[in-house]
């Protein structure tokens, strides 16, 4: 832990000398906010059982730190927590977890060359059937995941002939198991080379566009995963609203799987498009990968694009659909979309954002939606749907979402099924409430079946007390039914917070 730890200070202490040894023009503007979180928390079933309920007082300090650091060639920012907790899981013992999210962005040669990173550690469940993410309740079901990114890319800009990007990636995922038990999660090293090329200005009437996309994450305890797709398209306007397209491509993908989602080979694809306005685009293929787009944005406020698709070539073949719609007016935001990837666990901790850079306790708060840590490759299905109202005083917002997970070797189906509100009302001027509800279903067919139902309800006040002190406190029930009996549990919990920034 204290590796993980040095390791990660060693690497930003490196980008700050880099960002800060400039002319005095380039310095960078930083600004640096300690802060400290000191929690009492009282929950009536601390172990998440209905066979051995235990009530246990536990109390959690977080020093940190928040380290924001921008100049006209770079940005930097870090947040870290070291979560000390006393009594966790009624165990009278004391716990150390450490938790930290950076990213930083440099520029080597302005408009040219570039370098993005980040990092990250976070402690994640080793299984979705337990949603408890704060390290207070509950098992030893959990790991500390660290992750690494280490990113250069190059613009290069051929005159008017062609602007490109690219890019080489190195990531790092590592797993350590707490409590000693065994990683369910491999240590991963991946490297990923992509180059993208789009026709310049001197292209008018006939213009063209080339990709290359390879990855390989070589797992330490598994099979290694690649996905490697190249394609290339050639387009001629024909007027000002129809262009016609030739694209052909080629897909070398290698994963340990029983199932036929993804066949390598050589794909093509002729079609045309119809744009008569900004408003309307209609784009279609044929070929062994064969689509339809529509893309509507009737007025401003509204935008709709859709894609259906069947490829016999790449990953996903077969039927699929993507659709993303958002629409919004001076009070209400809109959200619906539908979409399917094949991942691994590891590229989707690479993604998280396991601390914000506003509410760093926002942490011990959430639901990642994050698969049981596996090194299977699987196939995801998501859908969602999201609204928010905004007025003087109050925001209130609701989501729904459905996500279906079909894993590549094992054969396991995982359908997450899920609804959640929440209002948050500023009653007094300096005081505000924010009330919680959600339901959320996990069922899995497969090796493992299984059916849970989670119902979480919480209710807070929140009292700005002095200009850098909160105060806070919260009550929350959870309840979860399941075709497994030890799995079956209700909890109440109450949470007395306070919160300092210097």
Same mark, same amino acid.
């Given at each position: 832990m204290i590796y993980q730890v040095t390791r990660s200070i060693i690497f930003c202490a490196s980008i700050v000398y880099i960002a800060t040894y400039q002319a005095p023009a380039f310095a960078l503007d930083w600004t640096l906010r300690p802060n400290i979180n000191l929690r009492e928390i009282y929950s009536d079933n601390i172990t998440l059982s209905n066979i051995n309920e235990k009530s246990a007082l536990v109390t959690e300090i977080n020093p940190g730190i928040s380290i924001n650091g921008s100049s006209p060639i770079s940005t930097f920012d870090l947040n870290y927590n070291l979560q000390a907790l006393y009594n966790a899981r009624g165990e009278s013992g004391t716990d150390f977890n450490n938790q930290l999210q950076m990213n930083?962005?440099? #520029?080597? /040669? +302005?408009?040219? /060359?570039?370098?993005? !990173? !980040?990092?990250?550690?976070s402690q994640q469940n080793n299984s979705n059937r337990q949603i408890a993410g704060d390290n207070i309740s509950g098992s030893d079901n959990s790991s500390t995941i660290s992750t690494f990114m280490l990113s250069p890319y190059w613009t290069p800009h051929f005159k008017n002939f062609a602007d490109g990007e690219f890019r080489l990636t190195y990531n790092r995922v590592s797993s350590e198991q707490d409590g000693g038990g065994e990683n369910t999660l491999s240590d991963s090293n991946s490297f990923a080379q992509n180059i993208n090329l789009n026709s310049g200005q001197y292209f008018s009437l006939f213009s063209w566009s080339f990709s290359f996309n390879n990855s390989e994450q070589n797992n330490q305890d598994s099979e290694s995963v690649s996905f490697q797709n190249s394609q290339l398209e050639l387009r001629y306007a024909i007027g000002r609203k129809f262009s016609i397209f030739a694209r052909g491509g080629h897909s070398s993908n290698s994963f340990s799987s029983d199932s036929d989602s993804?066949?390598?080979?050589?794909?093509?694809?002729?079609?045309? +498009?119809? %744009?008569?306005? +900004?408003? &309307?685009? $209609? %784009? @279609?293929?044929?070929?062994?990968?064969?689509? $339809?787009? $529509? %893309?509507i944005s009737p007025f401003r406020r509204l935008h709709w694009i859709t894609t259906y698709s069947n490829n016999d070539i790449g990953l996903n073949t077969g039927s699929r659909w993507d659709s993303q719609l958002n629409y919004n007016t001076r009070r209400t935001d809109w959200a619906i979309s539908y979409s399917v990837d094949t991942v691994t666990t590891q590229q989707l901790l690479l993604e998280q954002q396991v601390l914000g850079?506003? *509410?760093? !306790? @926002? &942490?011990?708060d959430r639901n990642t939606g /994050?698969? #049981?840590l596996t090194d299977e490759v699987f196939v995801t299905k998501t859908f969602d749907i999201s609204f928010s109202f905004q007025s003087g005083k109050s925001n209130i917002s609701t989501n729904a979402y459905k996500t279906f997970r079909t894993y590549e070797l094992s054969g396991n189906d995982e359908d997450?099924?899920? $609804? !959640? @509100?929440?209002?948050?009302? *500023?009653? &007094?001027?300096r005081t505000s409430s924010n009330l919680q509800i959600g339901w959320q279903k996990t069922e899995s067919d497969g090796i493992d079946t299984f059916s849970d139902k989670r119902f979480d309800f919480s209710a807070s006040v929140t009292r700005n007390i002095l200009s850098r002190l909160n105060g806070s406190i919260e009550y929350r029930f959870v309840d979860q039914s399941s075709s497994d009996d030890f799995n079956e549990y209700s909890e109440n919990r109450i949470t007395a917070n306070l919160s300092l920034t210097y």
């Open positions: 930083t962005n440099y #520029t080597f /040669l +302005q408009n040219r /060359l570039f370098m993005d !990173s !980040s990092s990250s550690i993804n066949n390598n080979g050589i794909s093509y694809t002729f079609g045309g +498009q119809w %744009e008569p306005s +900004q408003r &309307l685009r $209609v %784009e @279609a293929g044929y070929g062994n990968n064969r689509f $339809v787009t $529509v %893309e850079t506003t *509410d760093t !306790s @926002a &942490l011990f /994050l698969p #049981t997450v099924t899920g $609804v !959640s @509100a929440s209002w948050n009302w *500023d009653f &007094l001027r």
